[in-house]
């Protein structure tokens, strides 16, 4: 087995890496041909979540794999290779199976223990089988997967740690109420008819909403899912569905919105966010120019707005940016150029344009500077959920509009959740709240499972390797046996048929008996670890022709195949 894996998660690298690297399910497909159209792989599978992007591989070299792998990764995600290589992981053989196992698991969740995870993986085999990237190696290793996730949650009180991402961003948006007093009587639109935006319809309609809107480019789905939804009964939720075009006019009349497409641009700007609330909030919330502010990112304390005295700057600061710390909010999301640009602007402020600013302008040129140090190596500055302040003396109030973004790359601009009256929870801010989040005492449970479905897993393909050895040699012994046989044959022609089979069964069980011990040892030896030189040494002591035994193995997969034709598949 040379198992590889090379990928990038929520726990190596930020979530705008993560999101620039989403590939689309045509950029897929042709990742995996290119990589078993490389040199050192035999078999592809890819396994892309909205939280994690890894490519497997069965590789003959593991230098020359890692290198492969990763430019592949690098081309066809759009990152480029030296930008992403920081964030990469690598594990190989039984720390590659290891690695997928925990994920099967939920261990290397966002929300850990969620059970999300075993349908991703199931489609990321499918996809391999239907594209025959997947061969005996990946098509074991992902189905052993399955079994193990399924072990964990069913024989652990994982699930009791974990949940859906759903679940857990409808926890967060809900803040300290329970979600079910949250969520009833809400309007709740739902963008995208997959199988996370099905989820979302689902624990909404279970959360006790009383309407659920469904929106998706191909309407047939929308309606579907509505359908689905009006059936179960149990609910009572009315449902009902929409084209893509009508979502801003839902809007301005829901409570709570959910998105998750496969589309690569913003599905809400910041914009359509603020007209769905406009009118919404009330006057002593609105804090004067603050909807205006939060379209050109200055919602921080000491934040620097754009006047009339910025007209000579070099950049675009009413753009809509993601920063809300102070100072710095302005800036965000500009390339390493663009800051250090603007930096220079601010450096060299004339003495009526210091006046005009509340924070010194070369401390705020220095802190620029290091923004533009950190975006060369981000590629842009990341989101902060820092929440706007308040002019009122104290707590923020309920938000009148709520948005789940659960879409990679994201379906809503994060600048929305500077907007007053609106709350705003995405994959970014999911990943933050789960930090933090205490880990089940059933997690150590799992753990051993793992471990122990590791060294299952690795001692039954150190044993495969061996068998079509094994075989190759007994078929040998056979060949002697039929050998010496017609020899017999030739010298004695008059011996009759019952004292030649006598001989036959005789010369036979000498075979066996002499082939038993050794063949059975071996097969335990092979299973341990570097047990695979035992194979070798089988062949060169018996002399046996690797391409005998090549043959073997070959004609024992098809022999499988035919046996079972679902065989392998998810």
């Known amino acids: 087995m040379s198992l590889l894996v090379v990928g990038l998660s929520h726990r190596s690298a930020p979530v705008s890496v993560l999101e620039r690297a989403a590939l689309s399910a ?17 078999e592809a599978a890819v396994l892309a979540t909205c939280n994690r992007i890894e490519l497997y591989a069965d590789v003959d070299k593991f230098h020359a794999g890692v290198a492969e792998l990763s430019t592949l990764l690098a081309q066809h995600s759009g990152v480029g290779l030296e930008e992403l290589t920081p964030y990469l992981y690598v594990h190989y053989e039984d720390r590659a199976v290891h690695h997928l196992f925990s994920v099967a698991c939920g261990l290397d969740s966002m929300v850990v223990g969620e059970g999300q995870i075993l349908g991703q ?49 409808l926890e967060q948006l809900a803040a300290r109420e329970p979600v079910d007093a949250w969520a009833a009587g809400k309007r709740a639109v739902v963008i995208g008819a997959g199988s996370m935006s099905s989820l979302a319809a689902a624990t909404l309609a279970r959360a006790g909403v009383a309407e ?27 449902a009902r569905a929409v084209p893509m075009d009508d979502v801003a006019d839902e809007l301005t009349r829901a409570d709570v919105a959910v998105s998750c497409t496969g589309a690569t ?3 809400l700007t910041a914009d359509s966010v603020a007209d769905a609330v406009a009118g919404r909030v009330p006057a002593d919330d609105q804090l004067g120019e603050v909807p205006a502010q939060a379209r050109n990112g200055s919602a921080g304390q000491g934040a620097r707005t754009a006047t009339v005295a910025d007209e000579g700057c070099p950049v675009d600061l009413s753009a ?20 250090e640009q603007h930096a220079a602007w601010v450096d060299n402020a004339p003495a009526e344009r210091r006046e005009d600013q509340a924070a010194d302008p070369r401390a705020e040129a220095e802190a620029i500077a290091a923004l533009a140090a950190a975006a060369r190596v981000t590629g842009r500055l990341p989101e902060r959920r820092v929440p706007a302040p308040s002019a009122a003396a104290g707590a923020a109030r309920p938000a009148v509009l709520a948005l789940l973004d659960l879409a990679m790359p994201r379906d809503i601009d994060a600048a929305a959740h500077r ?10 801010s999911l990943a933050e709240a789960s930090a933090d989040a205490p880990m089940a005492g059933d997690v150590e449970l799992v753990r051993s499972i793992v471990s ?14 061996i068998t079509p050895t094994v075989v190759a040699l007994r078929t040998m012994a056979a060949d002697v046996v039929a050998g010496e046989m017609a020899r017999l044959e030739g010298r004695l022609p008059g011996l009759a048929d019952k004292q030649r089979a006598e001989i036959t069964q005789t010369v036979r069980r000498v075979v066996d008996k002499l082939l038993h011990a050794p063949t059975v040892r071996v097969k335990q030896l092979a299973s341990e670890p570097g047990g695979a030189g035992y194979a070798d040494a089988l062949r060169t002591l018996f002399d046996l022709d690797p391409q005998t035994v090549a ?16 065989r392998g598949r998810a």
């Open 212 to 238: 659920i809107v469904v929106a998706n480019r191909t309407l047939e789905r929308a309606e579907r899912l509505a359908e689905i939804l009006g059936e179960s009964g149990e609910t009572g939720v009315r």
């Open 265 to 267: 641009g913003l599905v």
């Open 551 to 566: 043959a073997v193995s070959r004609a024992d997969h098809l022999n499988n195949e035919n046996d079972d034709p679902n």
């Open 121 to 169: 993986i199931k489609d990321a085999l499918a996809r391999s089988q239907e594209l025959h990237t997947a061969g005996k190696l990946l098509n074991d290793l992902f189905q052993q997967a399955l079994r193990v996730g399924k072990r964990a949650h069913s024989e652990t009180g994982i699930d009791r740690a974990g949940q859906s991402l759903v679940t857990f961003g």
């Open 320 to 339: 809509p940016r993601g920063f809300s710390v102070a100072g710095e909010e302005a800036v965000a999301g500009m390339d390493a150029a663009a800051l």
């Open 419 to 428: 907007i007053p009256g609106v709350r705003l929870v995405d994959i970014e």
């Open 452 to 465: 122990d479905e590791v060294a299952a897993f690795g001692a039954a393909q150190r044993a495969a390797h």
């Open 26 to 42: 045509d950029a897929q497909a042709k990742l995996l041909q290119d990589t078993l159209a490389a040199e050192p792989a035999a």
